[in-house]
């Protein structure tokens, strides 16, 4: 090999070196950052990119994805001075890959001492209580804090998440004592209220029905009230229409009285519920006259309605010259 041949393969070589060093192919979910003699110049975009070639190198490849961030654990002392072991989860994502690179030199130390240093402030100004129940509000100030302190670096926080709050062993026992008696607490407080409410409504009940029995005898009375008073006219008025009978000359009323009163009061007797047998009085001669007034009063009653409707007939047969046939009062069967 002649010394022409070998220089012709060293330019190639060279060319080829050339061409590699200049051409660059950036993945995706990447940035790289390119250097002139030191200095930042640009950043490259995933993808083919030409960089000068001996001039210009990659300075940090940086990832643009959303990367997660474990923050260990660490015990934290409360407001009312209780430690409490506490760790994180944090998700942040590089906006700017030039800030991340130059910015900070660890970012990812940066964002873990944020997030300790943070968590011990917010943790450290509230109450034992206050951190066991109120996580949300932890996890969106320690979120508020360290993103505005990583914004200068080209970074976002998107989330930070309080994984696991421990207290030491003897503050979780006397909380479980705590909680077990408040149970027993509000179970006795709602016993006692459902028998308070059990007997309000047992008592309004109570008293309802005795509003309504009263209201109910009120009632009863009024209408038996009236039915006496009702019942004490008709005896008035038949009395009074009695003793007109009488004071006319007509005793048969006074019988039909005195039998239909005669008749109920053994109805009555008859019909007694514990009644086995019927004592006939020895006086039943009375009751046979005043049966026999009864149909002596229905005769005369017969024989002068029919005497009222023959009238005008026997003057209209007078007036013709024609002798009436007037037929005679039938008498009423049984009598």
Do not use: H
């Amino acid at each position: 090999m002649d010394g022409a041949t070998i220089f012709v393969l060293a330019l190639l070589v060279l060319a080829l070196v050339t061409i590699f060093s200049g051409v660059k192919s950036v993945p995706q979910g990447r940035e790289w950052t390119v250097e002139r003699f030191g200095r930042f110049t640009k950043v490259l975009k995933p993808g083919l990119n030409l960089i000068v070639p001996y001039v210009d190198r990659i300075g940090r490849k940086l990832s643009m994805m959303e990367e997660v961030l474990t923050i260990p654990s660490q015990v934290v002392i409360t407001r009312d001075n209780a430690t409490v072991t506490a760790d994180a989860i944090a998700f942040y994502q590089v906006v700017d890959a030039a800030k991340a690179a130059y910015e900070v030199a660890n970012l990812q130390a940066g964002i873990t001492n944020l997030c300790l240093t943070n968590a011990r402030t917010v943790i450290g100004a509230m109450d034992l209580d206050e951190v066991l129940s109120k996580r949300d509000e932890i996890n969106q100030r320690l979120l508020s804090v360290v993103d505005q302190a990583t914004s200068p670096w080209g970074v976002k926080v998107t989330r930070i998440e309080i994984k696991d709050l421990s207290p030491p062993t003897d503050i979780t026992e006397a909380m479980a004592r705590q909680m077990k008696a408040e149970r027993f607490r509000r179970a006795e407080v709602t016993q006692a209220d459902g028998e308070k409410q059990g007997a309000i409504l047992r008592a309004e009940g109570a008293k309802q029905s005795a509003i309504l029995q009263a209201e109910g005898r009120k009632e009863a009375a009024f209408r038996d009230a009236e039915a006496r008073e009702r019942l004490a006219q008709a005896e008035a008025k038949a009395t009074q229409m009695v003793s007109d009978s009488i004071e006319a000359g007509n005793v048969n009323a006074l019988n039909y009285f005195l039998g239909q009163k005669y008749v109920d009061a053994f109805a009555q007797l008859a019909n007694a519920p514990n009644q086995k047998f019927v004592v006939v009085p020895m006086e039943s001669a009375g009751l046979l006259g005043s049966i026999a007034g009864i149909a002596e009063m229905t005769r005369e009653a017969i024989t002068t309605q029919v005497a009222t409707a023959a009238a005008p007939r026997a003057r209209g047969q007078n007036a013709a010259g024609t002798v009436p046939n007037v037929a005679p009062p039938t008498r009423p069967a049984g009598t």
